[in-house]
């Protein structure tokens, strides 16, 4: 299977920024849709962002709009998320997959973001 691999989560103050990114170990990557998704403790995962195959279409859940952009660079594999203006309720594991998820991509091992003061 495709590996992805998320990176750039942390501890960070409300009112901050991280930006997160996900790369995927194989050039198929190029050809999907791909999804940020975050699953917070005791929570279902949830689709937060995505972004068509070349980048003309994004959406956003409603409790990220306006804070949050994804991006991703098919030259490199690589898919992002710009958070800003973060909100002790983003906390949660964040994952990169495509859109929608499915046996082509394992779920990686998501990356931490921890919003508190």
């Known amino acids: 299977q495709v590996q992805l691999v998320e990176s750039g989560g942390g501890l960070v103050q409300p009112g901050g920024s991280l930006r997160l990114s996900c790369a995927a170990s194989?050039?198929?990557?190029?050809?999907?849709?791909m999804g940020w998704y975050r699953q917070a403790p005791g929570k279902q995962r949830e689709l937060i962002a995505r972004?068509?195959?070349?980048?003309?279409?994004?959406n956003y859940a409603d409790s990220v709009k306006g804070r949050f952009t994804i991006s991703r660079d098919n030259a490199k594999n690589t898919v992002y998320l710009q958070m800003n203006s973060l909100k002790p309720e983003d906390t949660a594991i964040y994952y990169c997959?495509?859109?929608?998820?499915?046996?082509?991509?394992?779920w990686g091992q998501g990356t931490q973001v921890t919003v508190s003061s």
């Open positions: 997959n495509k859109y929608p998820p499915d046996s082509t991509y394992a």
């Open positions: 194989r050039s198929i990557f190029r050809i999907y849709t």
């Open positions: 972004i068509s195959v070349h980048s003309s279409s994004t």
